[in-house]
């Protein structure tokens, strides 16, 4: 199967307020996919859809194969946003209830959650009531009780909210795991930089809409890299230099101004810096920065730019 | 798996344990505590100063002395301390340090209560002194004392010798109760116990639905607020969650009925086998079992469902009381009129109120004993389970609307919940 999740032309409305518009994307098989956008882009409402708790109002979802998700409920772990476990629960009985759940025979469910928790560090609190867990330790509990079925198709809504950068990172490798063990994973964050690092694929979303889909590096091509010129001079000698728009003056704790001008596509860095220089500029500074997808998204979220 | 964890969570609770052996053991202290304390509460000390010219004293002491229902006598009379007294007013006055304790009597002991019985007309006054004055045995013994020899001592002036008045006293008549729908004709505890069953078996519904119903509010209401409830309905349906928990909290009351039920069976076979063998006999009788089993289901299916429904949208149980309290009234309907079930089991407005679902299970076994007919067991079944489908029909798609919602529970977004359903 090349593509674990199809969502096509999905739309949800509750009422006269649009949640997702018309919303198409698709996740390969053993990928990562990230799902991004700010707080009430329709991320969790699109993940819910994509799970079969919430109808789409229309359009056509592909789950596995399948257009009903409960058809394939056992194939999928899903974490999501608002977190949450029987309290007084151990973490094994915890994580052995919910693989039982997905058809998980009993001891096997047991000896793979008794795994999952020793692997993750949990060792010690594996007969330990939930409650009496740090909220780190009971987040770990939650996604690996996602994980002890084994899924083929892994979701996990905002799983960096919350942790500590010591678990983001342990978090951020056991992705990683999953992928490497052929399981597709789809998270949604608005934290851009999980999703740089570990990302195949993103799809941005703003205001229920898809503004963007494609890898990384497509995003971040979409942004202009900027140059920063600082020195003392005038900044409307800038004006005609070839390959750069958009600049701005401001002024800077030093001497003189500083000037950052967006780089066309195409254009050198190095070639707009010597016409600067031929002009004979007084530049005592200067900084090329590549855009990240923070500010692809800011610019693609700005421009409203439709799917590619 | 969701019916067991349920189960298995409640059970390892400290509180199930305690409603388990709460029951008999409060039960065991209503009956056994009055008793004990019947038993080793000391007879009474009663003083009679008769200053009437009927000569009661005698009367009075022979009440005293008759064995009561717990086989001691109701008082022990003794000797007025202090005697003679000029009058009522002295004799009040030197009784009351003995009476309030400051005194003991010249024998020892204490003095409990002292009638002081004095002319009034041509009757006798009774001036009650006691140190319990909440016990009206011990004034109501002397009291009928009095009146009867007061009433002895008049009809004998009229001229009746003492052996006619008691023969006048003795005659009763023997009451014999008979009914057709008696098995031998004359109406034995036996024939009442249907009745008995019935109301019994309507109550017991009713304990179960309250406790059992309030055990999955809370579960659901606690699943919900802390997000459990997404997880599980990413892993199983709608109808299996709800069912699940049906199920898990079923069993708890089912244990905690049962193990009530054996306390009370072995009890029973104990000390009245003839009875436990009637009653077994009753329900087993006439399919009666499987009566009272529908009714059971029915009425259990019907209200735990609306109960998880609702607590699918409460997060506090704030909000769940204020859903529950309409409940409290639906639920004090019933049992206002179940108990008029016993002696009035075909009384029109019962037979009415069968008819509304909600009520449908605790009148329905409540008027067991009148034997409803056939086509009324049918139709009433049949409606009560259509209701328990209807009910299931909205109570899924409101079930995961309400689970997946956040905020406040609104009778808007309940009763809209209500038009959404699954694809």
């Known amino acids: ?308 | 798996m969701i019916a067991r964890r349920e189960y298995l969570a409640y059970v390892r609770t400290f509180g199930f344990w305690l409603s388990l052996l709460l029951l008999p053991v409060g039960l065991s202290s209503i009956v056994l505590a009055p008793m004990a304390m019947a038993r080793s509460a000391p007879i009474p000390n009663v003083a009679v100063i008769d200053f009437s010219s009927h000569g009661l004293q005698a009367a009075v002491a022979r009440a005293l002395a008759t064995p009561g229902a717990g086989g001691k006598p109701a008082g022990r009379l003794v000797a007025a301390p202090g005697a003679p007294y000029a009058s009522p007013g002295e004799a009040t006055a030197r009784l009351r340090a003995y009476l309030s304790g400051v005194r003991e009597l010249p024998a020892g002991g204490r003095l409990d209560a002292a009638a002081i019985l004095r002319p009034e007309g041509d009757s006798v006054a009774i001036d009650f002194w006691s140190r319990a004055v909440s016990n009206q045995v011990l004034q109501t013994t002397v009291g009928d004392a009095v009146k009867d020899a007061l009433r002895r001592d008049r009809l004998e002036k009229q001229g009746l010798d003492p052996k006619t008045i008691s023969g006048i006293d003795s005659l009763a008549p023997t009451i014999s109760e008979f009914s057709p729908k008696a098995e031998s004709g004359r109406v034995a505890l036996k024939d009442r116990l249907p009745g008995i069953a019935g109301f019994a078996m309507g109550f017991l519904l009713w304990m179960v639905v309250l406790t059992g119903a309030g055990m999955l509010l809370n579960s659901v209401m606690e699943e919900k607020s802390s997000r459990i409830l997404e997880v599980l309905l990413s892993s199983a349906s709608v109808p299996e969650i709800m069912g699940g928990k049906i199920l898990g909290v079923a069993a708890v009351t089912g244990t905690v009925l049962a193990f009530w039920m054996s306390i009370a069976g072995v009890l029973l076979a104990m000390h009245s086998p003839d009875l436990a063998t009637d009653i077994g006999g009753i329900l087993l009788a006439d399919g009666r079992w499987a009566y009272f089993a529908l009714y059971f289901v029915g009425g259990y299916l019907m209200f735990a469902t609306l109960y998880v429904t609702i607590g699918a949208f409460c997060e506090t149980s704030r909000e769940a009381q204020t859903l529950l309290g309409p409940m409290m009234v639906i639920m004090s309907v019933p049992l206002l009129f179940m108990s008029q079930a016993l002696s009035h089991p075909d009384a029109p407005l019962l037979r009415a109120l069968t008819w509304v679902p909600l009520f449908t299970p605790f009148m329905m076994a409540a008027r067991a004993a009148s034997d409803p007919p056939a086509w009324e067991v049918a139709c009433t079944a049949l409606l009560m389970f259509s209701v328990t489908a209807l009910e299931l029909w909205v109570a899924i798609p409101a079930f995961k609307s309400g689970a997946l919602a956040t905020g406040r529970f609104t009778l808007r977004s309940f009763v809209s919940s209500l038009g959404r359903r699954p694809a």
């Open chain 1, 1 to 308: 199967m090349d593509r674990a999740l199809v969502v096509e032309g999905v739309t949800k409305r509750y009422g006269g307020f649009t949640a997702v518009e018309d919303l198409s994307f698709g996740a390969r098989s053993g990928r990562i996919l990230g799902f991004l956008g700010p707080n009430g882009a329709g991320k969790t409402t699109t993940l819910r859809m994509v799970l079969g708790l919430v109808t789409p109002t229309a359009g056509r979802i592909s789950i596995l194969g399948e257009t009903d998700a409960a058809k394939v409920r056992d194939r999928i772990g899903f974490l999501p946003e608002e977190r949450g476990l029987y309290r007084r629960m151990t973490p094994l009985s915890a994580i052995a209830f919910l693989a039982g759940l997905k058809g998980v025979a009993p001891a096997e469910a047991r000896r793979r959650a008794r795994v999952l928790l020793e692997s993750q560090g949990l060792g010690e609190a594996i007969d330990k009531p939930i409650r009496s867990l740090s909220k780190g330790m009971a987040q770990k509990v939650q996604l690996l009780s996602t994980l002890a079925h084994e899924p083929e198709l892994v979701i996990l809504d905002e799983p960096f909210s919350g942790l500590d950068p010591v678990n983001q990172q342990s978090l951020e490798d056991l992705i990683r795991g999953l992928a490497d063990r052929g399981a597709t994973v789809i998270f949604s964050t608005h934290v851009m930089q999980h999703a740089e690092r570990l990302c195949d694929q993103v799809v941005l979303m703003a205001g229920g809409r898809k503004i963007f889909d494609g890898t990384v590096e497509s995003a971040r091509a979409s942004t202009p890299r900027t140059l920063t010129l600082e020195g003392v001079f005038d900044p409307t000698a800038l004006a005609d230099t070839p390959g750069m728009d958009n600049l701005v003056v401001s002024s800077f704790d030093g001497p003189g101004i500083r000037v950052t001008a967006d780089l066309r596509a195409g254009t050198l860095a190095q070639d707009a810096l010597r016409s600067a220089f031929a002009k004979g500029l007084d530049i005592s500074r200067f900084e090329l920065r590549e855009p990240n997808l923070h500010d692809a998204f800011i610019v693609l979220t700005r421009e409203g730019a439709p799917g590619r």
